[in-house]
């Protein structure tokens, strides 16, 4: 397709969400959750042609040079479109953020004014490989009153317009615009900047991917953009922390998942409890294949097993089964290296003082601070938002994972019996 054919295409698209947007800024939360329920049956009757859209992708897989992991993230089977489907159904069950009262007063003047929380309006959504989130994107929207406009990567382009086929199937089916999910049918590299520059309909654009994705989405972005860059996430052993619960949270936080943005990519270790500590959890590490990065204080435990960490391994995300190790003098220390090194996104302590528990709390300026958890934790499903749209370092106009509330603004509405201003 031609530039201009494309530059047109989306424009239409453009036009018909903010119609449909309007259309939907009007239902009540029981049309909204009907049509839920519609999206999420139109999925599980759609699954021969989900699975054989993901075939094709699957197949194509190799021509991409995705990794093992990547394929996996790739892939679809019945039983994951059954979770997709049983995912769209318990969003339709969380309370609706549309039309809640956040506050409300009395001018003297007899004035009554609503701070009332509304829809945002047309979000779009930018994002690779992963086709489950077509469906957590477009339920997420929806739910919350937004019309959505979906980019997707070429990885999983067959799998993408399959679901959002039946998205937008089951929400016509329930009596709603099938426009209030669109997903752009093409790869093409100027559909990015297509989208980001299409202020005129996009009240927001989210992007979901590699920092190279987030990059060109922001220099090309004229409405505002809701991101993270980098998830390089800590945790901090401190001197008081029981050894046995914190190999357990390092564990799962670096080798649960190691390619997603809330795994653990340094560990900071008190020196009072480092030669203590660090050799029953490298123990566990390397036994699970990690590649273990530390500096000289951790070398000097731990010998050969560990490679000397550079400056680059600091702001280094992985996303594999390799971790930087640091011994650090204090929690101010430890407070210290996160904010030179780290990306705001999620960071814990494991301590059993409280006090100090509460330092790092209130010192930590990311989106999610944890104390004795896992940093795994931070995820829009595990904080009962039934999914995300993805996880925000900003500190405006939304922070850390982002479910129905995130998806809202507010407007206020003033009553009066005549006023004027004097």
């Not at 759609?46 to 993230?73: F, Q």
């Not at 660090?278 to 050969?304: I, M």
């Amino acid at each position: 397709m031609s530039k201009e054919g494309l530059a047109k295409q989306i424009d239409e698209m453009g036009s018909r969400a903010r119609l449909a947007a309007r259309l939907l800024a009007l239902c009540s939360t029981g049309q909204k959750n009907a049509a839920l329920q519609a999206m999420a049956d139109a999925i599980e009757s759609a699954e021969p042609s989900i699975l054989a859209a993901n075939t094709k992708d699957l197949e194509a897989a190799p021509g991409y040079g995705l990794n093992e992991s990547a394929v996996d993230r790739l892939r679809l089977t019945p039983d994951r479109i059954r979770t997709m489907a049983k995912g769209v159904r318990e969003v339709a069950d969380l309370p609706d953020p549309v039309g809640e009262v956040i506050r409300a007063w009395t001018r003297p003047n007899g004035l009554k004014i609503t701070k009332l929380r509304v829809p945002i309006g047309v979000v779009g959504i930018i994002y690779e490989s992963r086709p489950n989130v077509t469906a957590d994107a477009a339920v997420l929207c929806l739910k919350s009153g937004n019309a959505c406009i979906l980019r997707g990567g070429k990885e999983s382009i067959h799998s993408n317009l399959a679901i959002a086929a039946a998205l937008s199937t089951g929400a016509e089916n329930a009596g709603l615009s099938p426009d209030v999910i669109q997903l752009v049918p093409f790869t093409d590299r100027d559909g990015v900047r297509l989208l980001a520059q299409m202020d005129r309909y996009l009240d927001v654009i989210v992007p979901r991917g590699g920092h190279a994705l987030i990059e060109a989405v922001v220099e090309h972005a004229r409405m505002p953009v809701i991101k993270h860059y980098h998830g390089v996430c800590h945790v901090f052993v401190d001197s008081t922390a029981d050894p046995a619960m914190a190999e357990q949270i390092v564990l799962n936080a670096k080798c649960q998942r190691p390619g997603v943005c809330n795994a653990m990519e340094t560990l900071l270790v008190h020196r009072d409890i480092a030669e203590r500590f660090l050799p029953l959890v490298a123990a566990s590490l390397l036994a699970k294949g990690v590649e273990l990065r530390g500096d000289a204080r951790t070398r000097e435990v731990l010998g050969g097993d560990v490679r000397p960490a550079t400056d680059e391994d600091w702001t280094a995300e992985y996303l594999e089964l390799i971790l930087s190790i640091r011994v650090v003098d204090s929690l101010e220390q430890a407070v210290d290296h996160i904010e030179n090194y780290g990306s705001h996104h999620t960071d814990s302590i494991v301590t059993s003082d409280t006090v100090e528990a509460r330092k790092f709390l209130a010192a930590v300026d990311s989106a999610t601070v944890l104390w004795n958890a896992s940093t795994r934790f931070s995820d829009g499903g595990e904080f009962g938002f039934g999914a995300e749209i993805g996880i925000s370092t900003d500190k405006l106009h939304a922070r850390g994972p982002m479910g129905l509330e995130e998806l809202t603004t507010y407007k206020y509405l003033v009553e009066g019996t005549g006023q004027v201003r004097g």
